[in-house]
């Protein structure tokens, strides 16, 4: 059968480099078109030598009259308000478009100028976009023209909590979070410079994190409840992977046995899913990989739950193909394992 036409934009990144590296090894798609925001046109595999005989497209300048004629699918891991400039006209054009920014997570618009600090200009198609994580949206991406790709912090938190809130177990949720450092993106900043990084951590936007409204937004829309959380990210140093160590307060008895289904009710069928019942997730064990791993521990009415991603995988680019296979009707795991 013919492939699938694919775009990735802003392939300059580090989730765009990992889109790319996906999709070349994904039997099922070509990609088209790559464009990024550089000084002047150069081959991909010149910006990045070990894609050498692998892919031969330059990578240019987005332009929309262009890209529209070469792509049925369009990747954007484009920096948050760059979206607002692009869906529109490519939804116009009946493309699929998967947004790993975050203009399109959430329902609730104010929520989005309040945490981005930016006026929503595409309230119409906020509408019509599905949040792209798969175990408990499945159906819905299913039938998606827009998707808003999850954050990375949001997906490894969501996932490790959504059973145990939805089940109405558990409240006084901490969430501690630590990244590596390609989850802030390719980008010069001096807290980011390796002689700032290297043998430190830091803790950031506390109470400000645009992550934040997300994770309690999504979870409230999951199950039905009112959520109230805290979320505290930090930047380690390693270059990827994501560690969230959660804590919270049981409502009411229940052993190990009793979260351990509760987990298997929910995620037994799920392949990006691994749940430990012996032993806490590690970050070493799911980088390069596209799964979550959960595990936990309790203590008379305590529980701490501790989640592990990739974050360039099932924290960005491997969920965002996860779903295209999803809307395409390839297997789910295909180009992901």
Do not use: W
Request: aromatic share 10%.
């Amino acid at each position: 059968m013919d492939k699938l036409k694919v775009a990735v934009l802003g392939a300059s990144g580090f989730a765009g480099e990992k889109l790319t590296e996906i999709l070349l090894s994904h039997p099922y798609v070509e990609i088209t078109y790559i464009s990024a925001i550089i000084e002047k046109d150069i081959k991909f595999n010149e910006l990045f030598p070990r894609f050498t005989k692998r892919i031969e497209l330059t990578c240019k300048n987005y332009n929309q009259e262009e890209a529209v004629k070469l792509a049925d699918v369009f990747f954007l891991a484009t920096p948050h308000k760059a979206s607002f400039n692009i869906v529109p006209f490519l939804l116009k054009n009946n493309k699929i478009v998967i947004d790993l920014s975050g203009d399109y997570r959430f329902k609730d618009v104010s929520l989005y100028e309040k945490y981005y600090n930016a006026i929503h200009p595409d309230k119409e198609n906020t509408k019509i976009s599905v949040y792209g994580l798969a175990e408990f949206y499945r159906e819905k991406i299913k039938k998606a023209r827009l998707i808003a790709n999850p954050g990375c912090y949001p997906t490894v938190s969501i996932l490790s909590l959504a059973p145990l809130v939805k089940e109405d177990i558990i409240e006084n949720i901490i969430i501690d979070a630590k990244s590596g450092i390609t989850g802030a993106g390719r980008k010069a900043s001096l807290e980011y410079h390796f002689a700032e990084l290297n043998s430190n951590m830091f803790c950031y936007k506390p109470f400000s994190h645009q992550h934040l409204p997300e994770i309690v937004s999504i979870l409230k829309d999951i199950s039905s409840k009112e959520i109230n959380l805290r979320f505290t990210p930090h930047v380690i140093p390693i270059e990827r992977g994501i560690l969230a160590t959660i804590y919270a307060d049981l409502k009411r008895k229940v052993d190990v046995e009793g979260i351990n289904s509760i987990y298997q009710k929910y995620y037994s069928n799920e392949p990006f899913i691994r749940f430990y019942k012996q032993r806490l997730p590690q970050i070493k064990d799911v980088v390069n990989t596209n799964f979550c791993d959960i595990g936990f521990n309790i203590q008379d009415n305590h529980i701490v739950i501790v989640g592990a991603i990739d974050n360039l995988m099932k924290g960005a680019s491997g969920n965002a193909v996860c779903n295209m296979n999803i809307i395409f009707g390839f297997p789910e795991t295909t180009g992901l394992l």
